[in-house]
């Protein structure tokens, strides 16, 4: 098993919808969650990230993090065809010998958005 | 524009070829990360920095690569002998002491014949 769970999709909207985007995970040693976005041929663009449980909106945007379940969200409201690209879900633990913080990522999902 | 660059953006080379690529981070972050990406997957992780120290090689990095910092600056990640397994997006990420979110360079597209 992997320790980051991420549908690759594809996911087909259309303009105006609300997307949700997840990622499961089995490493309770995550503390700080981060979502990606990845147009093609591109390096990953930082869009949320969060430290812990609970919620955290950037305008259209909100990721939900529950430790609980092992379980995290991004929401995208009113979706438009410019955010048609690959999500990656991304997490790091704060590693035994100090301050490393090394990403493990999900194989992210293609979203996009019909006009 | 103060985000992390990468040279070159795309690379072919021969199969048993050396290549070198170059990271310049965002000039506070003394932090740097290098990541390897293959088509339909997320990035993984390969090697750390905090400034001029290696602190940390995946298992992925096999005894054909080497990354050094000399100075804390930029970075620079060298393939020995590719293999056409090499091919990939190789990204490298930067981040504040303190902080703990990444920001990624555009990578360098490694495409071996």
């Known amino acids: 098993q992997k320790e980051v769970e991420q549908d690759p999709g594809p996911l087909s909207v259309p303009e105006g919808a609300i997307v949700s985007l997840n990622c499961t995970y089995s490493n309770s040693a995550f503390q700080y969650f981060m979502w990606y976005r990845q147009y093609s041929r591109k390096g990953p663009e930082l869009l949320m990230y969060t430290y812990s449980s609970g919620n955290k909106e950037d305008g259209r945007f909100t990721a939900q993090v529950d430790k609980s379940s092992k379980y995290i969200s991004l929401f995208i409201r009113d979706s438009q065809p410019s955010d048609s690209a690959t999500y990656l879900c991304a997490m790091s633990a704060l590693n035994s010998g100090g301050s490393n913080y090394k990403l493990t990522f999900g194989k992210g999902t293609l979203l996009t958005v019909n006009p | ?113």
């Open chain 2, 1 to 113: 524009d103060t985000g992390v660059s990468q040279d070159p953006r795309h690379k072919i080379t021969k199969r048993g070829q050396n290549v070198t690529f170059r990271c310049d981070p965002i000039s506070e972050h003394n932090r740097l990360y290098w990541y390897r990406q293959t088509l339909g997957q997320g990035p993984e992780f390969l090697t750390y920095f905090q400034n001029e120290a290696q602190l940390e090689k995946s298992r992925l990095l096999s005894d054909r690569f080497s990354a050094e910092r000399p100075k804390g600056s930029f970075s620079t990640l060298e393939i020995q002998r590719t293999e056409q397994g090499d091919s990939a997006m190789y990204l490298c990420a930067s981040r504040i002491a303190g902080g703990y979110e990444q920001y990624f360079g555009p990578g360098t597209r490694l495409t071996v014949t």
